[in-house]
T-cell receptor
């Protein structure tokens, strides 16, 4: 069965600083990988996805993620964080269409 | 195009009661998945429907059930509510069963007292 680990429960960065959120997955084959963002009381918004091909994927809001098969990782990055990026971020893997497995999430706090 | 809508947005129920939550997918989407989100267990998959058939099911007791109608709208039902059922219930839709990109609704916040 697939699993997702987000090692950092909470991360605080200063506005304008760079950001990297870690995600490690466990799955036998090439997974379909996703990053979502959730603001308080809201649903999940898809930031970016990796299905195949180029291992560096670009998403919305200036986010990007790099798939590293050798490390079973799919880390999310942003060069310069804005105060509006404060939210909870979830990494997910999907082996069967329609059934996602999520990490426990990383809460991002942005200091002014 | 309108997004995924879920009704109601907030709900308060008493232990032992039952509840029905509704999800209207994006127009043209035929697959609907349901997830439960709690602080302790995180996001957990409940079930997925496509063309009125349940295709996948998570590890939840039989008190949790769902269905999908011919217009792709879906409902989930929880019977004999327990305090631990308090959660945000999220619905997600996708165009076809084999599509891996899904779109989430805002969720229904269920509180069981």
């Amino acid at each position: 069965a697939q699993s997702v680990t987000q090692p950092d429960i909470h991360i605080t960065v200063s506005e304008g600083a760079s950001l990297e959120l870690r995600c490690n997955y466990s799955y036998g084959a090439t997974p379909y990988l996703f990053w979502y963002v959730q603001s308080p009381g809201q649903g999940l918004q898809l930031l970016l996805k990796y299905f195949s091909g180029d291992t560096l994927v670009q998403g919305i809001k200036g986010f990007e993620a790099e798939f590293k098969r050798s490390q079973s990782s799919f880390n999310l990055r942003k060069p310069s964080v804005h105060w509006s990026d404060a939210a909870e971020y979830f990494c997910a893997v999907e082996a069967n269409a329609g059934k996602s497995t999520f990490g426990d999430g990383t809460t991002l706090t942005v200091k002014p | 195009k309108a997004g995924v809508t879920q009704t109601p947005r907030y709900l308060i129920k008493t232990r032992g009661q039952q509840v029905t939550l509704s999800c209207s997918p994006i127009s043209g989407h035929r697959s609907v998945s349901w997830y439960q989100q709690t602080p302790g267990q995180g996001l957990q998959f409940l079930f997925e429907y496509f063309s009125e058939t349940q295709r996948n099911k998570g590890n939840f007791p039989g008190r949790f059930s769902g269905r999908q109608f011919s217009n792709s709208r879906s409902e989930m039902n929880v019977s004999t509510l327990e305090l631990g059922d308090s959660a945000l219930y999220l619905c997600a839709s996708r165009p076809l069963a084999e599509d891996y990109e899904q779109y989430f609704g805002p969720g229904t916040r269920l509180t069981v007292t």
